[in-house]
């Protein structure tokens, strides 16, 4: 699997936007980039995916470079309850499903009041 | 409320003493997996099912074994726990087992053997 880099921790305000980087320079053209988090003493949690394009939900927004060898998690308004480790993973479309999410360190985000 | 739901939430016991992980989701989801969290290892993934009755390996899968009778439960069986399965371990589903798929995690297992 291609493999990415986070910052081991960032630092925020509440109520401010957030911009989470990844980079995965040796992304394939079948890597899906997901996004999970994990909040203290629960099971992770799915955030976000995307292919080539930017996607919204109702948690966040993923910006994918052109050359899609970055992206960018961005939470628009952070709040307390956002303060987790998040992960960015890779996942081949092609190989198929069974393979398990390969968690990395992640980045661990700290929201200041 | 969509959810899936993992039983013990904590267990502390002792070596050889056999044990079952009770997973269940209530989302219809075929493909269930569980994993290990351990500090500074991550998580990694221990057995998958596809499907009801397919069961297959992950990447850690020594001294564990699964079964998928039904669709929605999915138990972590250790048959002679010892000490270096001390973990965290969650379950996660998902509907199907294409990459797309987002997977939802259980609120976790914490073990404790001694």
């Known amino acids: 699997d291609a493999k990415t880099t986070q910052p081991n921790s960032m630092e925020s305000n509440e109520e401010e936007p957030v911009h989470l980087p990844c980079n995965h320079s040796t992304i394939s053209g079948t890597d899906y980039i997901h996004w999970y988090r994990q909040l203290p003493s629960q099971g992770p949690e799915y955030v976000i995916h995307?292919?080539?394009s930017n996607v919204n939900n109702r948690m966040a927004s993923l910006a994918i470079a052109e050359d899609r060898k970055s992206s960018t998690l961005i939470l628009h308004r952070a709040t307390l309850r956002d303060a987790a480790v998040y992960y960015c993973i890779l996942r081949d479309v092609i190989r198929g499903g069974a393979d398990g999410l390969t968690f990395g360190k992640g980045t661990h985000l700290i929201i200041q009041p | 409320e969509a959810q899936v739901t993992q039983n013990p939430r904590y267990l502390i016991t002792v070596t050889g003493k056999k044990l079952t992980v009770t997973c269940s989701q209530n989302?219809?989801?075929?493909?269930m997996s569980w994993y290990r969290q351990d500090p500074g290892l991550g998580l990694r993934q221990i057995y998958y099912?596809?499907?009801?009755?397919?069961?297959d390996k992950g990447d850690v899968p020594e001294g564990y074994k699964v079964s998928r009778k039904e669709k929605r439960n999915f138990p972590l069986i250790l048959e002679s726990p010892s000490p270096n399965q001390t973990s965290l371990y969650f379950c996660?589903?998902?509907?199907?087992?294409?990459?797309?798929?987002?997977?939802?995690f259980g609120d976790g297992t914490r073990l404790s053997i001694l």
């Open positions: 099912s596809m499907n009801v009755e397919v069961t």
């Open positions: 995307g292919l080539t």
């Open positions: 996660a589903s998902s509907l199907s087992s294409t990459q797309g798929e987002p997977q939802h």
């Open positions: 989302m219809n989801h075929e493909y």
